[in-house]
T-cell receptor, first 112, second 117 residues
């Protein structure tokens, strides 16, 4: 069964304290792995898509990496405005189904 | 690019009435749109997938007669909650996908908070 597990469930950092969020997945053929950021009371905001093991993408203080079993979202020198829930999702290659399989998210709080 | 809007952002209705939520892709054509609901501190739960001009595909356990979805054009999908009850109160979010290879990124609207009294 296709599945996505995110850890930790919650993370509290001091401003400037770098860390990583983990997304482990099992899927019958990966079409893509997606990272989103969600602020309270808002829809998710697209961050990255990763397609194959070894791929990396960066955006400001965020860097996403992908292996055959997991993805990491590295946050370098975070600021309070990086506080949000970070969601990971995968899309299977099989069939024409574009459905995303979601993790439960990591709630990140960055203290000033 | 890839902006999705939803209207209304917040709605309060009485039990037994129907509510329509609109989802629009503002700067791209969306071959597929998705409707989710989200309960507090929980992840997204997919309700249905719709393709322009086709009937929506509902997830198991989602009543298609209660949650009517219309995807009339490549930029507009609507979700109508019929005969709403308090247990339908939730945060409803739509997303839209261009459907371009290699991946099918979904771009989300800001969500609609529905409260049924």
């Amino acid at each position: 069964e296709d599945q996505v597990t995110q850890s930790p469930e919650a993370l509290r950092l001091q401003e400037g304290e770098s860390s990583s969020l983990n997304c482990s997945y099992t899927v019958s053929g990966l079409r893509g792995l997606f990272w989103y950021r969600q602020d309270p009371g808002k829809g998710p905001e697209f961050l990255f898509t990763l397609y194959s093991a070894g791929e990396e993408k960066e955006k400001e203080r965020l860097k996403a990496t992908l292996t055959k079993k997991e993805s990491f979202l590295h946050i370098t020198a975070p600021k309070p405005e990086d506080s949000a829930t970070y969601l990971c999702a995968v899309q299977a290659r099989a069939g024409n189904n574009r459905k995303l399989i979601w993790g439960l998210g990591t709630s990140l709080a960055v203290n000033p | 690019g890839a902006v999705v809007s939803q209207h209304p952002s917040r709605v309060i209705c009485k039990s037994g009435t129907s509510v329509k939520i609109e989802c629009r892709s503002l700067d791209f054509q969306a071959t597929t749109m998705f409707w989710y609901r989200q309960f507090p501190k929980q992840s997204l739960m997919l309700m249905a997938t719709s393709n322009e001009g086709s009937k929506a595909t509902y997830e198991q356990g989602v009543e298609k007669d209660k949650f009517l979805i219309n995807h009339a054009s490549l930029t507009l999908s609507t979700l109508t909650v019929t005969s709403a009850h308090p247990e339908d109160s939730s945060f409803y979010i739509c997303s839209a996908s261009r459907g371009l290879e290699p991946g099918y990124e979904q771009y989300f609207g800001p969500g609609t908070r529905l409260t049924v009294t």
